[in-house]
């Protein structure tokens, strides 16, 4: 509210909001000791707008060592977790998404295509047309094992572990 106020009076009617939640934090602590929470969130942007809405609270945001970026830990009182912090997070992440969703959508097809739609499911694998000089033919699908080959160099094919590879060689030499 504070920082999309367009008027002095906007902003002090957001800073006595900001103070009364404050003083609320501070009266629920004796009654309802802190807790160590653990949020993780899926996306960059949810993240910083969590770490941001803790600190406007005066929180203390943190992560052990080796947890993932995403991961914010926080000892705060469970009731205000459950009237105030959680709810208000929701509310400006689902505005955050949805306007992030508009621009991303307005990239796309500005950008780089008009047709912005999701994929099409199918049941199985989609025939793939071969336009030529002789004639037009259809050709089915490759073969999965055609399609793994070509896959296997490309940056969002699977992995394969080494280990996984050793076991395979390992179980050849035993037969």
Same mark, same amino acid.
Request: zero cysteines.
């Given at each position: 509210?504070?920082?999309?106020?367009?008027?002095?009076?906007?902003?002090?009617?957001?800073?006595?909001?900001?103070?009364?939640?404050?003083?609320?934090?501070?009266?629920?602590?004796?009654?309802d000791?802190? +807790?160590?929470?653990? !949020?993780? !969130?899926?996306?960059?942007?949810?993240?910083?707008?969590?770490?941001?809405?803790?600190?406007?609270?005066?929180?203390k945001?943190?992560?052990?060592?080796?947890?993932?970026?995403?991961?914010?830990?926080?000892?705060?009182? #469970?009731? !205000?977790?459950?009237?105030?912090?959680?709810p208000?997070?929701? #509310?400006?992440?689902?505005?955050?998404?949805?306007?992030?969703?508009?621009?991303?959508?307005?990239?796309?097809?500005?950008?780089?295509?008009?047709?912005?739609?999701?994929? +099409?499911? +199918?049941?199985?694998?989609?025939?793939?047309?071969?336009?030529?000089?002789?004639?037009?033919?259809?050709?089915?699908?490759?073969?999965?094992?055609?399609?793994?080959?070509?896959?296997?160099?490309?940056?969002?094919?699977p992995?394969?572990?080494?280990?996984? #590879?050793?076991r395979?060689?390992k179980?050849?030499? #035993?037969?």
């Open positions: 509210m504070f920082s999309g106020a367009a008027t002095e009076g906007e902003r002090a009617s957001a800073d006595l909001a900001r103070q009364r939640i404050l003083r609320r934090l501070a009266e629920l602590i004796p009654d000791p802190p +807790v160590e929470y653990k !949020f993780t !969130f899926r996306d960059m942007w949810s993240h910083k707008v969590f770490l941001a809405l803790l600190r406007r609270y005066g929180l945001p943190y992560r052990y060592h080796a947890q993932r970026y995403t991961t914010v830990m926080v000892q705060v009182p #469970k009731r !205000f977790v459950d009237e105030t912090l959680w208000e997070f929701q #509310k400006i992440n689902s505005e955050l998404n949805a306007y992030l969703q508009e621009i991303t959508d307005r990239v796309v097809k500005q950008v780089l295509h008009e047709d912005a739609s999701n994929a +099409v499911v +199918v049941d199985r694998p989609l025939e793939i047309e071969i336009h030529s000089d002789r004639s037009s033919n259809t050709v089915k699908s490759e073969t999965s094992r055609d399609r793994q080959s070509e896959t296997a160099n490309h940056p969002a094919a992995k394969k572990n080494k280990k996984t #590879k050793k395979k060689k179980k050849k030499h #035993k037969r």
